[in-house]
Nanobody, 119 residues
């Protein structure tokens, strides 16, 4: 069973930065580098929304419109880790951030890490 653990969340003022990490383990028939990876955010009383995605090889990425130009997704397949560098944070970026691994019909989620943007 693939296990994903997010970390790096915390409290930051608007305009500040945070870097989230997602550590992956438990791979059996496939490896971390076989999975595309995503970040999602869920604010209170809201649906989970897409933030960013990166290909299995790390050679391409896409972003949600609200974070383009401010967030950067990356991964290190040698370490089985994925990252989300978040700059110029805004109040609307607050929420629980989840990492997600996808390969065909296989989908795995982490437990999330809380990001609070507050004055």
């Amino acid at each position: 069973q693939v296990h994903l653990v997010e970390s790096g969340g915390g409290v930051v003022q608007p305009g500040g930065s945070l870097t989230l990490s997602c550590a992956a383990s438990g791979f059996t028939d496939f490896t971390f580098s076989d999975y595309a990876m995503n970040w999602y955010r869920q604010a209170p009383v809201s649906q989970r929304e897409f933030v960013a995605a990166i290909t299995s090889a790390g050679d391409n990425s896409i972003y949600g419109d609200s974070v383009k130009g401010r967030f950067t997704i990356s991964r290190d397949n040698a370490k089985n880790e994925m990252y989300l560098q978040m700059n110029s944070l805004k109040l609307k970026n607050r929420g629980v951030y989840y990492c997600n691994a996808v390969r065909n019909t296989r989908r795995y989620w982490g437990q999330g890490t809380q990001v609070t943007v507050s004055t």
